[in-house]
T-cell receptor, first 115, second 112 residues
Framework: GAVVSQHPSRVICKSGTSVKIECRSL??????MFWYRQFPKQSLMLMAT?????????EQGVEKDKFLINHASLTLSTLTVTSAHPEDSSFYIC???????????FGSGTRLTVV | QQQVKQSPQSLIVQKGGISIINCAYE??????FPWYQQFPGKGPALLIA?????SEKKEGRFTISFNKSAKQFSLHIMDSQPGDSATYFC???????????FGTGTRLQVFP
């Protein structure tokens, strides 16, 4: 079945530093990748949509300069949280989509803690 | 219009019972309605999904009922087991944008 690998699973960083999260589709090519953010006991909130080779589309209220998304290939998308602050601490989850007949496959998530 | 409303927020069911979670949407352009199960610290996993051309879909103990006119869909978990204890999310997407919008989630606890 379709597998999406997300790394790292946990990361602790100091305030002001940047953190990169990788999302790879292992056995399929994803036409679109999505990035979500989830606070404790809350739902997944869509942050941005990325298509290979083009700029990401950010949802309203998401700072594109803070959350840099790169979708360099059909199997890899990265989210970089720049100048991280404690309020950026959250669970970040990616999802890969390869067309309307195949649904969405989610990564296992990254727990980011900014201290 | 992009919202998907989900209820109840939490649900406690005895082992062997039926768990029912409901969702409602407003945007008639939505054409894909999945249900996801999420355990703490993990990403969501697809349980079952339906498209608006059918009113019901069953896979094992999981059934989706879909009411297009009422813009509602629900998940039924038959013979609920303690291992089903997790958070369940409904979601909806439209094929022209592919954005998957999640409901607010239901925390299910199944007691032996």
């Amino acid at each position: 079945g379709a597998v999406v690998s997300q790394h790292p699973s946990r990361v602790i960083c100091k305030s002001g530093t940047s953190v990169k999260i990788e999302c790879r589709s292992l056995d399929f090519q994803a036409t679109t990748m999505f990035w979500y953010r989830q606070f404790p006991k809350q739902s997944l909130m869509l942050m941005a949509t990325s298509n290979e080779g083009s700029k990401a589309t950010y949802e309203q209220g998401v700072e594109k300069d803070k959350f840099l998304i790169n979708h360099a290939s059909l199997t890899l998308s990265t989210l970089t949280v720049t100048s991280a602050h404690p309020e950026d601490s959250s669970f970040y989850i990616c999802s890969a989509h390869r067309g309307s007949n195949y649904g969405y496959t989610f990564g296992s998530g990254t727990r980011l803690t900014v201290v | 219009q992009q919202q998907v409303k989900q209820s109840p927020q939490s649900l406690i069911v005895q082992k062997g019972g039926i768990s029912i979670i409901n969702c409602a949407y407003e945007n008639t352009a939505f054409d894909y309605f999945p249900w996801y199960q999420q355990f703490p610290g993990k990403g969501p996993a697809l349980l079952i999904a339906i498209r608006p051309d059918v009113s019901e879909k069953k896979e094992g103990r999981f059934t989706i009922s879909f009411n297009k006119s009422a813009k509602q869909f629900s998940l039924h978990i038959m013979d609920s087991q303690p291992g089903d204890s997790a958070t369940y999310f409904c979601a909806a997407s439209r094929s022209d944008t592919d954005k998957l919008i999640f409901g607010t989630g239901t925390r299910l606890q199944v007691f032996p």
